[in-house]
């Protein structure tokens, strides 16, 4: 589980990618997530299905447009 939501759709983002390069139109869901998905991300079906309909680009465009300083006077390492 991702310890917060930048994180989290940080790993949507990967796991999306990586089934749009590697399924084929004439090869079930259900396939490639055995043979891709699994092994790299053990997560079930269920999750990749809601992974892939999550709107994970406007999420994350969302996150940093809404991240604002807590005191901008403050210096940040990041």
């Known amino acids: 589980m991702a310890y917060n939501r930048k994180n989290h759709l940080l790993k949507v983002?990967?796991?999306c990618e990586l089934y749009e390069q590697t399924h084929q139109p004439d090869v079930a869901m259900a396939v490639t997530?055995?043979?891709?998905?699994?092994?790299?991300?053990?997560?079930s079906i269920g999750t990749l299905s809601r992974y892939l309909n999550t709107n994970y680009k406007r999420e994350l465009r969302e996150l940093v447009?809404?991240?604002q300083p807590v005191d901008p006077k403050q210096y940040t390492i990041f």
Do not use: Q
């Open 65 to 67: 447009e809404n991240r």
């Open 13 to 15: 983002k990967a796991v």
């Open 33 to 43: 997530y055995r043979k891709v998905i699994y092994p790299c991300f053990y997560i």
